[in-house]
């Protein structure tokens, strides 16, 4: 490494004559005080038009008369409100629409959902007729039950009314 003595540097290397320091104010303002930059300097190197600061009050308007508009751009303005929005409506409406979920099915519906709801609405027979077809009755809702004449005779013995049968 180089620089691994820098710490011990007595000496910085710059030298100024001596007394420089003591006698700088003297020196400076009697050198100001002889030499006058303004009185030397007999060229300027600019070129002004004749009658030049006579008539610039004619040439420059007042302020009040000629007023500059900036354009101001705003952060926040309709086109850029209608973009934001519109792209926050289509992600929320993305997600609320549920194109990531798998649409239900028939099979994933309940036993009893199905009866509430026919049991809740007002459906008539004949309504319920043009949704069950027979072939889908004779498929599909036919129960077989084992009934033998033993236990008819002995329902209509315990229930029925005999008289109120015989007469029909």
């Known amino acids: 490494m180089k620089n691994k003595k820098l710490h011990n540097i007595k000496s910085t290397g710059f030298k100024t004559p001596n007394d420089y320091f003591k006698s700088f104010e003297d020196n400076f303002f009697t050198k ?3 030499e006058s930059n303004l009185n030397s300097a007999k060229k300027t190197g600019f070129k002004v038009p ?3 600061f006579e008539n610039i009050n004619i040439d420059i308007p007042s302020q009040d008369s000629k007023k500059q508009l900036s354009k ?3 952060l926040v303005n309709k086109r850029n409100l209608i973009y934001i929005s519109s792209i ?3 992600i929320l ?3 609320n629409l549920s194109v990531f979920k798998n649409a239900p ?3 994933d519906l309940d036993i009893e959902t199905v009866t ?3 049991e809740n609405e007002d459906y008539n027979a004949y309504e319920l007729a043009a949704i069950l077809t027979d072939e889908y009755i004779k498929e599909n809702i036919i129960i077989n039950h084992a009934i033998n004449q033993n236990i008819i005779e002995q329902y209509l013995l315990d ?3 005999i008289e109120a049968l015989l007469i029909e």
């Open 32 to 34: 100001l005080d002889t």
């Open 50 to 52: 004749d009658n030049y």
């Open 72 to 74: 101001v751009i705003p």
């Open 88 to 90: 926050a409506a289509t």
């Open 93 to 95: 409406l993305l997600f």
């Open 105 to 107: 099915t028939f099979s």
């Open 116 to 118: 509430n709801y026919v």
């Open 159 to 161: 229930n029925g009314d």
